[in-house]
């Protein structure tokens, strides 16, 4: 299984991006995939999750900001950032787990089992 980032950079304040994650290998019908993201000096949280029934799940600082969606025909994972702030300025990762992960286990990063190398995002005021 390999997962590759590809889509940050540096934005203002305001501004947008667009993540991918592609998958490969990846040949489970019921799962987990989500965002996560660590700033320097902090731990990595979770971001936003999404599951093989397209149930989506977001933290509070990007809920109505970030939107995750898959495209299954591409393999595909994304991360729509909108009205990005500094303060999402951090390492982006996608991860995977090979089971749908119950509520109470998709927030914690231990559960994924893939992960993708990540992709920068920098966000200036």
């Known amino acids: 299984v390999q997962l590759v980032e590809s889509g940050g950079g540096s934005v203002q304040a305001g501004g947008s991006l667009r993540l991918s994650c592609a998958v490969s290998?990846?040949?489970?019908?019921?799962?987990?995939m989500g965002w996560f993201r660590q700033a320097p000096g902090k731990e990595r949280e979770w971001v936003a999750i999404i599951d093989s029934d397209g149930t989506t799940t977001y933290a509070n600082s990007v809920e109505g900001r970030f939107a995750i969606s898959q495209d299954n025909g591409k393999n595909t994972l994304y991360l729509q950032l909108n009205s990005l702030k500094p303060e999402d300025t951090a390492t982006y990762y996608c991860?995977?787990?090979?089971?749908?992960?119950?509520?109470?286990?998709?927030?914690?990063?231990?559960?994924?089992?893939?992960w993708g190398q990540g992709t920068q995002v920098t966000v200036s005021s």
């Open positions: 991860a995977a787990a090979s089971v749908r992960l119950a509520w109470w286990a998709r927030l914690s990063s231990a559960r994924y089992n893939y």
């Open positions: 290998g990846f040949t489970y019908n019921s799962y987990s």
